[in-house]
T-cell receptor
Framework: DQQVKQNSPSLSVQEGRISILNCDYT??????FLWYKKYPAEGPTFLIS?????DKNEDGRFTVFLNKSAKHLSLHIVPSQPGDSAVYFC????????????FGKGTSLLVTP | GAGVSQTPSNKVTEKGKYVELRCDPI?????LYWYRQSLGQGPEFLIY????????DSGLPNDRFFAVRPEGSVSTLKIQRTERGDSAVYLC???????????????FGPGTRLTVL
């Protein structure tokens, strides 16, 4: 069963605008959430993370918001740049049951000039 | 410094054959992970090593899959009697020793694309 869900397989945004990528999870024991970015023929690279004790984490153009009651998180990219075009994976972990990351299926973001 | 490397980058084999996939983690990283990414899916956890021992192999799909890390550095994922459903990108990641709290970033290699004909 898919415990981390990214329901939008793709998203297209104009350069300079905001990109919002969404992620839902079902396991209430998840306590750490991450976003990974993946270019073709490369491995995923870590982008930003958030602990369950916070509701927002910001790093430059990237902000992750966590709504625990809704079991929902989102990644905001402002302003979007063409180089941001990639597949974005949401991932979650339960620190009490090991170190494995549970990934969503990914959202392919295209930022057009 | 060098990142995580995986060889081969591509492997084509026939159904029923045996394959080995290699992972060289980042130097100094004691934790090593294998994931499998099937087409249209996110990476799926297979196994986690802390040093030489498999600390968590709960993600291995069946006993045809086995992984070793004899010296606590390089790891080999071994698949016996390959099936067409094993076709996927096999990703390796490494990290510093996970602490009791927080998170140590997992650095991923580029993956090995396995195709079973």
């Amino acid at each position: 069963d898919q415990q981390v869900k990214q329901n939008s397989p793709s998203l297209s945004v104009q350069e300079g605008r905001i990109s919002i990528l969404n992620c839902d999870y079902t396991n209430s024991m998840f306590d750490y959430f991450l976003w990974y970015k993946k270019y073709p023929a490369e491995g995923p690279t870590f982008l930003i993370s958030i602990s369950s004790i916070k509701d927002k984490n910001e790093d430059g153009r990237f902000t992750v918001f966590l709504n625990k009651s809704a079991k929902h998180l989102s990644l905001h990219i402002v302003p979007s740049q063409p180089g941001d075009s990639a597949v974005y994976f949401c991932a979650a972990k339960n620190s009490n049951s090991g170190y494995a990351l549970n990934f969503g299926k990914g959202t392919s973001l295209l930022v057009t000039p | 410094g060098a990142g995580v490397s995986q060889t081969p980058s591509n492997k084509v084999t026939e159904k029923g054959k045996y394959v080995e996939l290699r992972c060289d983690p980042i130097s100094g990283h004691t934790a090593l992970y294998w994931y499998r990414q099937s087409l249209g899916q996110g990476p799926e956890f297979l196994i986690y090593f802390q040093g030489t021992g498999a600390a968590d192999d709960s993600g291995l799909p069946n006993d045809r899959f086995f992984a070793v890390r004899p010296e606590g550095s390089v790891s080999t994922l071994k698949i016996q009697r390959t099936e067409r459903g094993d076709s996927a990108v096999y990703l390796c990641a490494s990290s510093l020793t996970p602490g009791t709290s927080g998170y140590n970033e997992q650095f991923f290699g580029p993956g090995t694309r396995l195709t079973v004909l």
